[in-house]
């Protein structure tokens, strides 16, 4: 695939040499064009400015500032640009804030010449590209936050709760907080609604299993 007018690229990497492999990669590739490269993510930041390229291939783990923090940065200043994580690393955490700050995909290093091809195209055309260690990642952390849903409880709902995974009754949780034992049945009632069970057994083991308490 090619365009009339060829992909203005460009490199943000604190390795030298792996600038300078992508540099030549670049510059050899059909209908992609090297324009410039920057060692830190302030440095790509001010020369994305001058060169504004269509796409920039970012690090994601760099001193001085992170690959994250200047994809966000770009892409504010500059949405017109598109930003594709080039990275060693496959770590949850570091995609999620790639794809949060804007990056269009995220590739590791170990990407095959015709695969980072294919990606900058289509990161221009504005398709995502993530790679299939990425994906997994993302699918992880979906099945992770739908089997640990989210529990909206006031923290004097969650000291019930936590008194009630002790065992206590109503009226102990009554001594215990120095609230009326009317107060106590109003907060287990909304506890047992939020966490959709029926029982003060229901509840209790619901806690333990998603730490709701405290151990």
């Not at 690959?67 to 500059?78: D, L, P, V």
Request: hydrophobic share 45%.
């Amino acid at each position: 695939m090619t365009e009339s007018r060829p992909v203005r690229v460009m490199i943000v990497d604190d390795h030298g040499m792996l600038r300078a492999g992508l540099r030549l990669f670049l510059t050899g590739a059909d209908g992609l064009e090297f324009v410039g490269e920057a060692s830190s993510g302030k440095q790509a930041i001010a020369i994305c400015a001058q060169l504004q390229p269509d796409v920039i291939l970012m690090d994601m783990v760099m001193p001085d500032m992170d690959g994250a923090t200047a994809t966000r940065i770009i892409r504010e200043q500059f949405p017109r640009v598109q930003v594709l994580a080039l990275t060693s690393f496959h770590e949850e955490d570091l995609v999620q804030k790639a794809l949060q700050a804007g990056a269009i995909g995220y590739l590791l290093k170990n990407v095959s010449a015709q695969e980072l091809t294919q990606a900058i195209y289509d990161a221009h055309a504005g398709r995502s590209t993530l790679s299939q260690e990425a994906t997994e990642l993302l699918i992880q952390a979906a099945r992770r936050k739908s089997s640990h849903p989210e529990f909206r409880l006031t923290d004097r709902e969650r000291e019930v709760l936590a008194l009630i995974a002790e065992g206590l009754s109503n009226a102990e949780i009554a001594e215990r907080l120095i609230i009326s034992l009317s107060t106590v049945k109003f907060h287990v009632g909304n506890i047992l609604r939020q966490l959709g069970v029926s029982s003060r057994t229901e509840a209790a083991a619901l806690a333990w299993q998603h730490d709701l308490v405290g151990q």
